[in-house]
């Protein structure tokens, strides 16, 4: 598991804004790709019509936005106070990775969501900034706890 976790040396923050920012740079490549496929939904719109719904999913992405980075703050919060143990956040990845075959398959339903896609993306940025942007991960903090 290594020493940088508990030592916080340059290598682990090194680490840490490394896959901070490339997290960060694949959703925001995800929420480009989201604002296109809207913009080819509603390029075939009236002038008027076609602003209003851009103003509507822009107002829609900022609200989701700030919706995600305060959930995930609270989240965090929650975990922080009762961390896991070691055992758990290793029960909890292979949780997520099995998470992630069962995302592949709903892609229709990301066909029938595509007018809310951008406000969609806006939201799981706030989230991942709200995790990126933390100073203690809670599972360091159980990892830590957990120390003999």
Do not use: H, K, N
Not at 77 to 100: F, I
């Amino acid at each position: 598991m290594g020493t940088t976790w508990y030592r916080r040396g340059p290598r682990y923050w090194l680490r840490r804004a490394g896959s901070g920012c490339a997290s960060l740079l694949v959703a925001a490549l995800v929420c480009a790709a989201a604002w296109a496929l809207f913009g080819g939904l509603v390029s075939g719109l009236p002038d008027g019509a076609r602003r209003a719904l851009y103003a509507v999913e822009g107002a829609a992405a900022v609200a989701g936005l700030g919706w995600g980075w305060v959930r995930g703050r609270r989240q965090i919060r929650e975990r922080l106070a009762d961390p896991p143990t070691p055992e758990q956040s290793w029960a909890r990845r292979g949780q997520a990775r099995r998470g992630a075959a069962s995302g592949v398959s709903s892609r229709g339903l990301m066909v029938l969501m595509l007018p809310l896609l951008p406000a969609v993306m806006a939201w799981w940025l706030g989230t991942m900034c709200a995790a990126t942007f933390v100073r203690e991960l809670p599972s360091e903090v159980g990892a830590r706890r957990a120390l003999p």
